[in-house]
Each structure stands twice: as structure tokens, then as C-alpha cells.
């Protein structure tokens, strides 16, 4: 489409699709998080329905309506995956002894200042994190690439719509044949561990989740190898060296005396040891991306500043790349560091510390 084209973009029915998916994907990935520890994007489904959708003789919408709902959906769908993997730290953390939290029904407006400060100033930065991640980097953005994608294949007709759909209800067909609830004709996984003389190894086959098969044909070989990688060198490299290193570590993790299996013994490892490894890595990865990102995001406040400088000079620009002014953002984020700040002197009771942490 044309930049300057005369296309709805935020329309109501656009709005309002996004936050009805947006709900829909929310308790979905709530439930699934909570109940698997991991989460699936609702960028790619949204894109799906969102083309299905507006293609409706009553519903009909252009590209720019579809990107609006996908967009809402995919946020507010991030907003609860924060959620649970945020929220419950309050119910299992002590301090003193006792419980931070013991219910959540009880500080449910609690909850919901937190979730409320820590989304809308997420989308303050992402106004200005916008050019830097999307338009000057070369990072794959695999979610997002499917999705224009689906939502190009969509606009140009011909078989696109029925391998996207097809897709769909081939997955839909393996979920069912695979669920406890459904027709349950093979298992998801098979998961055991071998015992030699001295020791044994844990075994699994690969996950039969359409929703994982989905996002490892999505990411590609390469990441997808990367991933697998660090599984291979958990389990046949430091999780033996571990235990290698500390060779009293079955009779430490027994009781009354004797030694614990070696199956305990890994697993123990993996969750005390192994995963803070794999946390920390993953931090240092999320440090070097920002550094080696440091001049495109230095060009971006440069360029959002210049964009402001233009709007109030009154030269407008193309309509797919305007955004909240630079100064709306600034007083917003501002803004936002009031309630924050509330939060953390709520929980610390320390002027000093609530600033200095907001």
C-alpha cells in the first residue's frame, strides 16, 4: 500500500477485535504458562483470525485494521504472559519467615497497579525502541515476519489463505489426537532415564506440540540448533561435570543415609545449578544485543527528537511513520515513575529506595 493512501486504520471495529483477542489470548496463555512454565505468542494466530476476520461481508477491513488488532492482541497477550511470570514470586517469596503474600484474591488491586505502571510504561519505550528494533536492525524478528507474511499471502489471494488454514486444522487435528481430553491415540513425549552400573542418563523424545513445531519451523534451522544445543550441553556436559566435581552429591541429596538415585540427583542439578547458568547466559545475550545496538538506538533518540522538530515546524510526515510525539512520551514516562515509585515504597517502605529502584 501507498504511504499516503486514504486506508481505516484505527477504526473501532479494528479496536475492538484486538481487545476481545487480546482477553481471548490472555486467559489461554494465563492457563498455559501457569500450567507448562512457557507461552505462546498470539502475534501469529491473531494475524490468522484478524485475516479470516475482516474478510466477513459484515466485518470487512483493510491491512492497516488487521495490523491494528493483531497488534492489540499480541500486546495485551505479553501483558499477561508478565503477569505469571511475575505475580506469583509475591506468593513464594519470604521475608522474615513469612510469606510476602498469601493469597492473591486479597491484593488483587495490588496486582493490577503493578501490571497497569509496568505495561503502559513498556509502551512508552517501545514508541522510542521502535526504529532501532524494527526499521534500522537486522535482527530476524521471527513472529513478526510471520505475521506480515500471513497478512501479505492474505491480501494477494490465491491458495495463500488455504495452506494458512489447512496449517490450522492440521494442528488442531494433532492437538486433538494427543490430548487427555481429547482422543489421546499417542503421547506428546516419552520420558525416562537409563541406569548404567555407575550412574544413567535421562532421556526424551521430541515434544509432538503443534504450537512447538510451529515455532521451530518459524525460527528456522539455525536458532532452532541453538537451542537444541544448549539442551545437549546441560545434560551430557555440565550436568555430568557437576556431578564429577562433587562426587559426594547422591549421599548429600539422600536420606537417612542413603545415597539418592541418580535420576533425583540430575534433575537436582539441573534446577539448582544448570538454570541459573542458562538464566545468566541469557542475560549476558540480552546485554550484548543492547551494546551492540547502542549506535542504532543513539540514532533513534536523535532521529525521534528531528521528527518532533519537523511535526512543530509543521512538515508532515508519511502516515506509516508517525509516532507519538517525543515530548508526549517523555511527560508519560515521567509520569508513570510516580506510581512506580508508589509500588516500591508500598513494599520497602524506604523513600530512598523506592527512588533510586524507580
Request: with cysteine; charged share 15%; proline share 6%.
Amino acid at each position: 500500500m501507498s504511504a499516503g493512501g486514504p486506508e481505516a486504520e484505527l477504526s473501532f471495529k479494528a479496536v475492538f477485535a484486538g481487545v476481545v483477542m487480546a482477553l481471548v489470548f490472555g486467559a489461554a496463555n494465563a492457563y498455559l504458562g501457569m500450567k507448562a512454565g512457557q507461552t505462546v505468542a498470539a502475534t501469529i494466530p491473531a494475524a490468522v483470525i484478524g485475516l479470516a476476520l475482516f474478510r466477513l461481508p459484515f466485518y470487512r477491513g483493510g491491512i492497516l485494521e488487521q495490523n491494528i488488532a493483531r497488534t492489540a492482541a499480541s500486546v495485551g497477550e505479553a501483558l499477561a504472559a508478565g503477569a505469571i511470570f511475575t505475580i506469583p514470586a509475591f506468593l513464594l517469596v519470604n521475608v522474615g519467615g513469612q510469606k510476602l503474600w498469601t493469597d492473591l484474591r486479597s491484593h488483587f488491586w495490588e496486582a493490577s497497579l503493578i501490571l497497569m505502571a509496568g505495561g503502559l510504561i513498556g509502551v512508552m519505550f517501545i514508541i522510542i525502541l521502535r526504529r532501532p528494533l524494527c526499521v534500522d536492525s537486522d535482527l530476524p524478528f521471527p513472529e513478526s515476519t510471520a505475521s506480515a507474511e500471513i497478512v501479505k499471502a492474505g491480501q494477494s489471494g490465491g491458495d495463500s489463505p488455504k495452506y494458512i488454514f489447512g496449517a490450522m486444522g492440521l494442528g488442531a487435528l494433532l492437538q486433538l489426537l494427543k490430548s487427555d481430553k481429547g482422543l489421546l491415540v499417542f503421547r506428546e513425549t516419552v520420558q525416562g532415564f537409563i541406569r548404567f552400573a555407575r550412574g544413567g542418563i535421562a532421556y526424551s523424545t521430541p515434544s509432538a506440540s503443534p504450537a512447538l513445531i510451529g515455532i521451530g519451523y518459524i525460527i528456522g534451522p539455525r536458532l532452532s540448533a541453538i537451542n537444541a544445543a544448549g539442551g545437549v550441553i546441560a545434560w551430557w556436559v555440565l550436568i555430568p561435570l557437576a556431578i564429577f566435581l562433587d562426587p559426594d552429591l547422591p549421599r548429600k541429596l539422600g536420606q537417612n543415609g542413603v545415597p539418592a538415585p541418580w535420576d533425583v540427583v540430575a534433575d537436582s542439578v539441573w534446577r539448582e545449578t544448570i538454570r541459573p547458568i542458562a538464566v545468566g547466559a541469557m542475560l549476558v545475550g540480552a546485554v550484548y544485543t543492547l551494546y551492540s545496538m547502542r549506535e542504532p538506538l543513539l540514532r533513534s533518540l536523535r532521529g525521534a527528537m528531528e521528527a518532533s522538530a519537523h511535526a512543530r515546524a509543521g512538515h508532515a510526515a508519511d502516515r506509516t511513520d508517525i509516532d507519538i510525539p517525543l515530548p508526549w512520551v517523555g511527560l508519560g514516562t515521567v509520569a508513570l515513575i510516580i506510581p512506580i515509585s508508589a509500588i516500591y515504597y508500598h513494599f520497602t517502605s524506604s523513600l530512598s529506595a523506592a527512588i533510586a529502584a524507580a
